[in-house]
């Protein structure tokens, strides 16, 4: 283990540097917490693993506006009661262009 010896102010300016971050993070995601506390959202991996298809057929559902979801800093999350009433309506299963299904 390596010690390291710094002043007592660079320390404190250390610490106050870490409060003010913290200070910032809980500030930005304060106004998401409400959106976040109404329903369980999920990503694209808990989607795929729940449903057990690939994110190809992820992407299809999005496509083709089976499955909506919402985009926040560059990553996409969908509501679970959705996916619950997506499986509900007996996806996963593959489908074509033309809109028939492949079981």
Same mark, same amino acid.
């Given at each position: ?5 710094? $002043? ?50 992820? $992407? ?7 499955? /909506? ?22 996806? /996963?299963?593959?489908?074509? %262009?033309?809109?028939?299904? %492949?079981?």
């Amino acid at each position: 283990m390596e010690v390291i010896a710094i $002043q007592k102010s660079a320390f404190d300016g250390m610490t106050n540097e870490l409060k003010a971050l913290l200070e910032l993070t809980e500030s930005a995601t304060r106004k998401y917490t409400p959106i976040f506390k109404e329903e369980k959202w999920l990503d694209n991996q808990e989607v795929c693993l729940m449903m057990n298809i690939t994110k190809r057929t992820l $992407q299809t559902y999005k496509d083709k506006g089976l499955l /909506p979801y919402s985009k926040l800093n560059r990553k996409n999350y969908y509501k679970l009661s959705d996916v619950l009433t997506l499986l509900k309506a007996g996806y /996963p299963y593959n489908i074509n %262009d033309n809109g028939s299904t %492949d079981e």
